[in-house]
Nanobody, 124 residues
Framework: VQLQASGGGLVQAGGSLRLSCAAS????????MGWFRQPPGKEREFVAA????????YYVDSAKGRFTISRDNAKNTVYLQMNSLKPEDTGVYYC??????????????????WGQGTQVTVSS
């Protein structure tokens, strides 16, 4: 499975971005899909995850109410809509896929496949 993340950029605080993660090589419709981010100088951290059907989602507390994860299995694509962005949301955002990951798992090693990352920079 290859994952290609896109949609990052530079945005002012309060703005919005929509990240996309396109999968190829294999259908990921049966996979839990997640988004992680790595702030400058820090470790990779969990942001959000979505179950295979899209009916179950889970967010880190700082993302609740601002971010929405969704998926379109027909397009083999996962999205992360980010609203009300804050400078502390700055980082490289990675999408990940796990064949046996729980949607509630926040550990990077629960996921099997990773995209290359897309930079999100939120200016104050």
């Amino acid at each position: 499975v290859q994952l290609q993340a896109s949609g990052g950029g530079l945005v002012q605080a309060g703005g919005s971005l929509r990240l996309s993660c396109a999968a190829s090589g294999r259908a990921v419709s049966a996979y839990t899909m997640g988004w992680f981010r790595q702030p400058p100088g820090k470790e990779r951290e969990f942001v959000a995850a979505i179950g295979w059907s899209g009916g179950r989602t889970y967010y880190v507390d700082s993302a609740k109410g601002r971010f929405t994860i969704s998926r379109d299995n027909a397009k083999n694509t996962v999205y992360l809509q980010m609203n009300s962005l804050k400078p502390e949301d700055t980082g490289v955002y990675y999408c990940a896929g796990g064949s046996s990951a729980s949607v509630y798992s926040q550990r990077p090693n629960a996921y099997d496949y990773w995209g290359q990352g897309t930079q999100v920079t939120v200016s104050s």
